[in-house]
């Protein structure tokens, strides 16, 4: 199992960026994928995730502080996971990471730093 992000970078306040996670080494369609970040000294958050309900529709859930700023989704076809991020704050500054819930267990990338700063 492997998942890489990429996207992270330095943005003014008010920019966006959009971040990506390719996956492989499983059954991506099937499961649910979701972001997370981190600050130093704080706790990983939950950001965003997405989660198929059948072979076409999705279910996206996205955390009170992002909600109508950043939006999540998913190409099964290029494996690959989406997290567009508009009217970035400062605290929006953290380490973003891709995790997928497999029946395994939870697989994470190596996550990709995200900068809002003048």
């Known amino acids: 199992v492997q998942l890489v992000e990429s996207g992270g970078g330095l943005v003014q306040p008010g920019g966006s960026l959009r971040l990506s996670c390719a996956a492989s080494?499983?059954?991506?369609?099937?499961?649910?994928v979701s972001w997370y970040r981190q600050v130093v000294g704080k706790e990983r958050e939950l950001v965003a995730s997405i989660t198929m309900v059948s072979m076409v529709s999705t279910i996206a859930k996205h955390a009170d502080s992002v909600l109508g700023r950043f939006t999540i989704s998913r190409d099964n076809a290029k494996r690959t996971v989406y997290l567009e991020m508009n009217r970035l704050k400062p605290e929006d500054t953290a380490v973003y990471y891709c995790?997928?819930?497999?029946?395994?267990?939870?697989?994470w990338g190596q996550g990709t730093q995200v900068i809002v700063s003048s």
């Open positions: 080494g499983f059954t991506f369609s099937r499961c649910a």
């Open positions: 995790n997928a819930n497999l029946d395994a267990g939870d697989y």
